[in-house]
């Protein structure tokens, strides 16, 4: 099973021996399959909205069950991630020092990730339970809603692949760090790196000046104009001022974005 670069780091940062994860919006449910792989979780349950999708999943893990370690479980679902029933005693959560759940959504957009979040909150809002979060698009928006929603920063990485940044972030409601905006650990001295914000840079000027922003609520009008300011910002002190001069020594191998 090959995994994508993206996936990958995902797993990685499944570091817990949690007693049970969530694969959220699975779709093929590789990341799923590779954490049951690992062996160090013995249950995930996989999720999807599209009956097809399970259905064709449900015979794949069948058949694909006996490269697993033989005590390792699993269940599939067919539900919206916003109204999942996660199972979890707040009181027993909040006694334990170890989240005993990991949610993991990956693949959706930044936007429809903070509706499901946003439904997961009415519900277990104060629990301690890790998300494993790695949204496509309309980041800056979704860690605004993450500190809204009063969640903290465990961990986060930036992966870049195939031309397009990705930032994963796992964050708790209980434990953690705060939340910064334009995530300031992410950024290393690597041109991709360097080169996935100079295009949400541009991403964030292109709204700005475009004939359609008027469309958009005053709140996220004020949003993209504040993204714009911190990525701007991060740009400045970050890589032209700190980073700059290590930059030949740290190049990375990754692809080019432009
Ligand atoms: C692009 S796939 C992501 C696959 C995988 N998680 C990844 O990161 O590569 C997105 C999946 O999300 C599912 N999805 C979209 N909205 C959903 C919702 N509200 N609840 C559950 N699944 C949803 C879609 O059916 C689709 O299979």
Redesign the pocket.
Known sequence: MKLNK??LN?SEMVTSPYHLVW??????G??GFKILADGLVKQVNF????PA?IDKLDKKLSMYAYHLPNDVSWNTFC????SLQLMEDKHQSQLSPIPKQLV?????GGE?MI??LEGLMQRYRGYNIDYLL?P?QHTYKLRTALIKLNFKLKEERLVVENKRGYELLLVNQVVGKEISLSGKKIWEPKNSHKQYLVKLIAHYQRMESSDSSHKLSQLDQELNTKALMDYRLVLQEYYQNTVESHWNVNEDKDESLF
């Open positions: 993206r996936l995902l694969d959220c919006c699975c779709d093929h590789l990341l999720v999807d909205l599209v999708i539900q919206d991630v916003a993991i959504i990956s693949g959706v429809l509706d499901m790695c496509v």
